[in-house]
């Protein structure tokens, strides 16, 4: 979406160093910072319908699952605790507490992770291999924005009977 309008606003030095560290921590510039809070109000709020247009090529499905998370390397008994909150068919996203032993690769190199959660109408444990593709962080927890890696036919129809 191309930008035509320029917004200039005063604020306080406070609010301008938290936009900053915002924008250095996401490797993005303050505008963008900026607009996604603004997105993110406009699509909580609907109150401006038209306004917000979402990106995603598949709607996401607010969940609150309990959910493992790890590096792809470790041993199952080494993963967090995490739970996801929202899951399309071609990603989800995870919250797991500050502190966490996954590293926040920022290098542009997509970090594979591991996550291993139950859904009520299936009998075993989904594992899914997972790229992580957003990473932003508040004072008590770290929101994964992930997409799926090779899941086999188990799993999405799985996830298809879920999202359905």
Avoid at 47 to 76: M, T, Y
Wanted: charged letters at 30%; glycine letters at 4%.
């Amino acid at each position: 979406m191309e930008r035509d309008i320029t917004i200039c606003f005063q604020t306080t030095s406070e609010l301008s160093k938290a936009l900053e560290k915002i924008a250095k921590e996401e490797c993005r510039s303050i505008a963008s910072v900026v607009e996604s809070i603004i997105y993110h109000y406009l699509n909580d709020n609907r109150k401006f319908k038209g306004i917000h247009q979402n990106r995603r090529r598949l709607e996401r499905k607010k969940v609150c699952l309990p959910a493992f998370i790890g590096d792809s390397h470790w041993q199952r008994r080494e993963f967090e605790k995490g739970t996801i909150l929202d899951v399309s068919f071609g990603g989800m996203r995870i919250s797991v507490p500050k502190g966490t032993k996954i590293e926040i690769q920022r290098d542009g190199a997509p970090k594979e992770i591991r996550v291993i959660f139950s859904l009520a109408e299936c009998p075993w444990p989904i594992n899914l291999k997972c790229h992580l593709r957003r990473i932003s962080e508040s004072e008590d927890e770290v929101l994964f924005g992930t997409t799926f890696v090779d899941h086999d036919f188990y799993t999405y129809t799985t996830l298809q009977k879920y999202l359905i």
